[in-house]
């Protein structure tokens, strides 16, 4: 599996960003997937994760704000992020574990100042 991580960009304080992971094959199998983030000077940080059964997971920081979700039908995971800080300005990745294995996408700059 190979995963191509997009949307990322410039925004202001309040606005929203919607992150795409699409994978290069089905995602049916996949149980787990995470979104991960590295803040200027910080470690990368798990900032989401899903499992197939439905089950979500968020840091304190972003709940209420960020949903993640995936697209079976497009083989592509989602964060859709609203009310955005300039605290959550970050590069964030895609995560998933196929098969005992732990494959990254690129990561995808997320800017967010006034």
């Known amino acids: 599996v190979q995963l191509q991580a997009s949307g990322g960009g410039s925004v202001q304080p309040g606005g929203s960003l919607t992150l795409s992971c699409a994978a290069s094959?089905?995602?049916?199998?996949?149980?787990?997937m995470g979104w991960y983030r590295r803040r200027p000077g910080k470690q990368r940080e798990l900032v989401a994760a899903s499992a197939a059964s439905g089950r979500t997971n968020y840091i304190d920081s972003v709940k209420g704000r960020f949903t993640i979700s995936r697209d079976n039908t497009k083989n592509t995971f989602v964060l859709q992020m609203n009310s955005l800080k300039p605290e959550d300005t970050a590069i964030y990745y895609c995560?998933?574990?196929?098969?005992?294995?732990?494959?990254w996408g690129q990561g995808t700059q997320v800017t967010v100042s006034s």
């Open positions: 995560n998933v574990i196929n098969d005992g294995s732990s494959i």
């Open positions: 094959t089905s995602i049916l199998k996949i149980n787990y």
